[in-house]
């Protein structure tokens, strides 16, 4: 049986919680009904982004023997975590979580274990030795719906100045990393060098107290 299940539509999300986790039997999905499928786990992980006829299912499963123990909406994208508090609700507990700590904490509470440290966390192809650098990387291509791809791009735009090292470093030629550095800037309406000091910004403050919005944020239906 699976300790820790991951719902989510990210797959950059699944790749860095099966990292953050890799001392459970950690497995990620994007849709529930194949969380269910077997023993369930004792955790369920759910992107605040996922469907929610996904939520829907796991709270209220049919043809399908005992649900999962605990169910935590983690609410990792800033106007989203931003609008809830840690508290159970209906069977579910929305979870704001600013960096990987706070999740690790919450779920080795649940297991009623110890995590050990993580040295280091892999985001898609580049390996982050800063956990809370490697979680808002993922914060802000979710934020900005950037495939796995351009979040690489972004990653390593962290790490080199120079946009002809960038390439080098992802082993691509300068004129595909020129393409997605345009449909970065499409997206985001900056260029990835601002990005990359924003994700920055956002790992070394990660500290700071949630802002609370003037309306609450649920989860966001995705399909």
Not at 8 to 16: D, E, I, K, S, V
Not at 174 to 187: A, D, M, V
Request: hydrophobic letters at 45%; a neutral charge; one cysteine or more.
């Amino acid at each position: 049986m699976h300790t820790v299940a991951v719902l989510t539509p990210y797959p950059p999300f699944a790749a860095l919680i099966e990292h953050a986790f890799r001392d459970q039997l950690v497995t990620s999905h994007q849709r529930a009904e194949t969380v269910l499928k077997g023993a369930p786990p004792a955790v369920v992980l759910i992107d605040a982004d996922a469907r929610h006829a996904d939520l829907a299912a796991l709270r209220a499963p049919r043809d399908v023997p005992p649900k999962p123990r605990n169910l935590i909406v983690v609410h990792h994208r800033e106007q989203s975590d931003a609008s809830v508090e840690a508290r159970p609700c209906n069977d579910v507990e929305h979870l704001p979580v600013p960096h990987l700590g706070v999740l690790r904490a919450r779920v080795a509470d649940l297991l009623d274990v110890s995590l050990p440290p993580v040295d280091a966390l892999r985001v898609n192809r580049r390996w982050m030795r800063d956990e809370r650098l490697a979680w808002a990387l993922v914060r802000a291509g979710a934020e900005h719906e950037l495939t796995p791809v351009e979040l690489d791009v972004l990653a390593v735009t962290a790490e080199h100045a120079c946009r002809r090292e960038a390439a080098a470093a992802l082993g691509r030629s300068p004129h595909t990393h020129r393409k997605h550095i345009e449909s970065i800037q499409r997206k985001c309406g900056k260029s990835p060098e601002q990005l990359a000091l924003d994700v920055l910004h956002d790992a070394l403050a990660s500290d700071r107290p949630l802002r609370r919005p003037a309306s609450e944020t649920r989860l966001r239906a995705v399909g």
